[in-house]
């Protein structure tokens, strides 16, 4: 019987909670002819040694070196001719009915390109995964200052999403995170998959918006639920310092590659003053700001840039 979904799942050092994924698809499976691939990224905790030890139950691609989210889940894409590909974190479990719903969703409209479920916490709390994208400079004042307490509860949250929404309904959005996505095929071969510029963080960002702009529909759907450890992986590997260095290195790389450079100077003027306002006020407080302090030189160092080329 043809395969009709692949999951692909990406591991580094995934341990017990690779071994909770691959038991959460085997308790709640779809009810689709379906296969298993994961891409192993060098892993040094027994986790590789654990999937081949599953034989065919999983499709194993292992490599020699870290290759990165988005590399790896393209090398997971060209390992299989599935016509649906469901993109799941190693450190993600899914419930029940949650992947036939999200199958469901994603072949309602022709023009849904990606749909992603509700994401919740260890503790069953609501994990935030729907933001605006790409974010813009008005929209870092408003919620930095508060000033979208101004505006009602329902018109704060349909316009700002991120904490201010529920997400408790199905609607049309321009980003979903890469820790549970179903995929169509036909994104990959019209839009090509993950920007291999980006190691990991941003990624994500970048596909969706360039799936968005490409005229497909990207869908939310709560009644698909995915529960997510979330950064699992990033702890493991870079301290948190380190960790931020990725993520401020990995905004800009999308910035650049994905914005106008009006747009991008509007976003870090705005960044920049927000970021300067942060700093007098920990600094009144007689608090050491590290984070701040490296997201002020990140940031100012790539305003004189943008200010250079104009």
């Known amino acids: 019987m043809p395969v009709e979904l692949a999951i692909i799942i990406v591991n580094w050092n995934g341990g017990e909670l690779l071994r909770r994924c ?34 065919e139950r999983v499709r194993l691609i292992k490599n020699d070196e870290n290759a990165g989210f988005g590399r790896a889940n393209n090398q997971g894409f060209a390992a299989t001719d599935a016509p649906l590909l469901f993109l799941l974190n190693n450190d993600a479990e899914v419930r029940a009915g949650a992947i036939d719903k999200l ?24 994990q935030i995964s729907v933001w605006r994208n790409p974010v813009t400079g008005w929209e870092l004042l408003v919620t930095s200052f508060g000033l979208a307490r101004l505006l009602p509860k329902r018109i704060r949250g349909e316009l700002l999403l991120a904490d201010y929404w529920a997400h408790n309904r199905r609607r049309r959005v321009n980003m979903l995170i890469g820790a549970a996505i179903l995929v169509k095929r036909e994104i990959v071969d019209a839009v090509g998959g993950f920007d291999e510029r980006f190691h990991m963080y941003g990624e994500d960002n970048e596909w969706c918006l360039r799936t968005v ?39 800009l790389n999308f910035q650049r590659h994905c914005l106008p450079w009006r747009r991008a100077l509007t976003v870090e003027l705005s960044l920049c003053f927000l970021l300067s306002c942060k700093r007098v006020y920990r600094k009144l407080q007689g608090v050491v700001a590290d984070d701040l302090k490296l997201a002020w030189q990140v940031h100012t160092k790539e305003l004189k840039r943008l200010l250079w080329q104009s």
Request: aromatic residues 6%; negative net charge; contains cysteine.
């Open 22 to 55: 691959l038991e959460s698809v085997a308790q709640c499976p779809p009810s689709l002819p379906h296969e298993i691939v994961v891409v192993d990224n060098a892993s040094t905790d027994g986790s590789r040694e654990w999937l081949e030890s599953l034989g």
């Open 213 to 251: 702009r490409a005229g497909w529909w990207l869908m939310f759907e709560p009644d698909a639920t995915v529960m997510h450890h979330g950064g699992q992986s990033a702890r493991k590997r870079w301290t948190s310092a380190e960790e931020l260095q990725t993520r401020l290195d990995s905004y």
């Open 103 to 126: 199958i469901e969703t994603i072949n309602s409209e022709q023009r849904i390109g990606m749909c992603g479920p509700r994401l919740i916490n260890p503790d069953g709390s609501l």
